[in-house]
């Protein structure tokens, strides 16, 4: 097994290692934010774009789906936006001279990070059959190469559309209707291995995959648990939402196995406090749960809950609440009933105070929000766990009510959008017969293929065309070397893409890289300045204004990408107004307006200054749009992960300096890691009992069933105060360790959080 393709142990030499930071943000974040941008872009650039960041005519920050705020800052962005935002908007260009000079077979041997710092793509290159070298291609011979393959198929479900959720709005309903009318519902994204299992989890639950709280719900909440999330890092704005929670006297619970910075401490940059005092500390609790340990802790918190209503009955459920919204309370109760505190203790590795109190804090408070992000969502019990999280909110009413909800935090800046726009496998009947009469035709009813199943189609040659609107697939899905593997056998890749990654050295027999405009830039078509649109993690939904010139010129858009395939694949087999579409965004607002509920006027509430908010069911009106027309208390079965003898539980996760597999620096500051990213954080009492030290390289072992054992060599171990069982390295280097059959249940998401592994001193010890 190779280990080069992406750094891995041993490759970085200046490798250090210091301590752990409890605070987060700060002057230091802002200083380090601006420093890269000033001396790639210049101070002009970086000027213009800054202060456009997240502003009401400005654009969209596209590092997250953190909403923004009724009133903005005047600098309304954080240190990991301005990186997201430097590393499109560099005036650094890949130059023609590259595809020459560097053939593919050399290419493989680069890391992700050398990848993404040789600059903006500016002219679509294709790479023939049998070749080593990618060459320059025209737009329009790109074009009839993807054509000439799609209309070669036996059948529209050979080819996979994937998305990656940067893409606005406008791109996604025309991309989506473009697979559909070809006549496939192959329509893999990022989501499927992200946030699936909330999707599924408060669906059947809630009636809908999304948040049920606005942005002003956090500064009236009593109680904030954040569950398997690292906000200092991936949605550093959120910490100013929760110290202005606690300042209204919220309290806040950090349910976590890493002490992460943010939520201990933080020290906002947009505050005189922040930059001079101490800051603040986020959590007053902070539980250090095992690993996959949640659905534990949440049932045995509602037992107590359960057991106080027992105890003095009618003074602790929300029984209007209850007998007017929701089905299956009783039998919940009932099986809630039997939780055994000796397997939670056991699963969670918390004490029987901790829980106590945690339910106590719960009974107490009137409105009760939980977040929660991937710590939650990349498990084996995903949607078990999601659907004890709302278990937990029904009992005492905390949806559909001013400072309670369930809050789950996005990723990217409009994955929510996409799936309201149709980016989905398994779109619902109601959206297919609103297309099928809006543009007359008859799409696809079969579901199509998600992630996963999109690489098994690849493994038994079911899938031969793969065609990628951003994101870096083969890098971000898992087992990395199963998956490349499955990449090379299609026939043709296609990449719309910013900037170089992974998934274009991984190719099928021929490929080709379309280079596109971000976000930052501004979009030019019929001589007018386009805007699009997105939505964030509270389902508001705003414009976004291209604020920059494009880096070069001959960049096409992803709307113009779309709509000119598909005029060249369709041949007016569906009567579409793609050349309309291309030249006007407001055209393709306009079907929207027809097609989805909530945008019937689109293009006159997308104008509004700050946009407009989707109608959402059970936050407006406790409406559940479930099959029964309730809410569903529901049960669910524990079943903890099995952890073998002497085996660890390895979490896959983001460093300071990444947005997913782009590697903007090889420093994680708050966790103390400088200059390498090959390292392992395991608890130093597990260390211990293995005869392991800090700073000592070991070999990473993944078991899986009869498969033989996935491996990551030479990564040096950091001891690190992590809960005692588990240990953690960074995504997407740790992808080659999870396997592709590691799932969570009823989401297909992979368990990437949840790796059962074992450690054994490496061969080779390179430097301690
Ligand atoms: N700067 C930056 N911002 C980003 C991204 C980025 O890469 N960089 N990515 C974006 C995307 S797509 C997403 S989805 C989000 C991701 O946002 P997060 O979900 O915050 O990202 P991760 O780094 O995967 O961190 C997972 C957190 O869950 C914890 N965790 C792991 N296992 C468990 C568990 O079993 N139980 C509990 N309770 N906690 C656990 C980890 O310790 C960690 O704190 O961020 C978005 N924003
Ligand atoms: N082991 C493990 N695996 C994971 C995760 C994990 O926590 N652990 N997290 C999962 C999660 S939550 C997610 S969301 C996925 C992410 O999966 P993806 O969304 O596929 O990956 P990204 O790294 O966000 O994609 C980055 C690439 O997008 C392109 N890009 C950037 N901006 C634009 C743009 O404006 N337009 C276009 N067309 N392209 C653009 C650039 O070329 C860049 O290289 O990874 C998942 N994989
Ligand atoms: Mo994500």
Redesign the pocket.
Known sequence: MSDKHIPTGGDYPDLEVGHNKEWAVGVPAILHSMEPAIKEMGALRTARLMTAINQKSGFDCM????PDPGHRNMLEF?E??A??VTWEATPVIVPRAFWEENSLTSLLDKSEYWLGMQGRLTEPVYKPRGADHYEPVSWDRAFQIIAGHLKALRSPDEAAFYTS?RTANETAFAYQLFARAFGTNNLPD?SNM??ESTGTALTETIGIGKSTIAYEDFENSDLIIV?????G????RMLSALEDAKRNGATIVA????P?AG?IRYKNPQKVRGILGKGTAIADHF?Q??????MA?LQAVARRVVEAEDAAPGTVLDHDFLSEYTLGLGEFMEHIRDVDDAAVLEATGLTLEEIDLVADLYIRSERVIIT????????KNAVGTLKEVINLLLLRGNIGKPGAGASP????SN?QGDRTMGIWEQMPEPFMDALAEEFDFAPPRAHGADALQTVAGMQNGDIKVFFAMGGNFIAAISDTEVSEAAMRGTALTVQVSTKLNRSHVVTGEEALILPTLGRTEIDLQGGRPQFVSVEDSVCAVHASHGKVPPVAPGILSEVAIVCRLARETLDGSVDIDWEGFEQDYDLIRDRISRVVPGFESFNEDIRRKGGFILPNGPRDARRFDTASGKAMVTVNHLEPLERPAGRL?L??????????T?IYSLNDRYRGIKKGRDVIFVNPDDLAERGLHDGQRVDIFSEWKDDPDRVLRNYRVVSYP?ARG?A?AY?PEANVLVPLLSVSDYSNTPA???VIIRLEPAERQTRA
Request: aromatic residues 6%; positive net charge.
């Open positions: 590092s997250c789906a953190w954080c990991n936006g990186k997201a959720g990022c992200c946030h569950m398997g999330q690292n906000p890092t991936n949605h550093p349910v976590n196995p890493l992460e939520l539980l749960i095992r690993s996959s340990g949640d802790l929660w992000a991937m710590g939650l969502t990349q498990q935090i996005r990723g990217h994955v539980i979490q896959t996760m983001r460093s300071h300096d990444q947005f997913n782009t992590t588990c953690a995504y990437s959080k949840a």
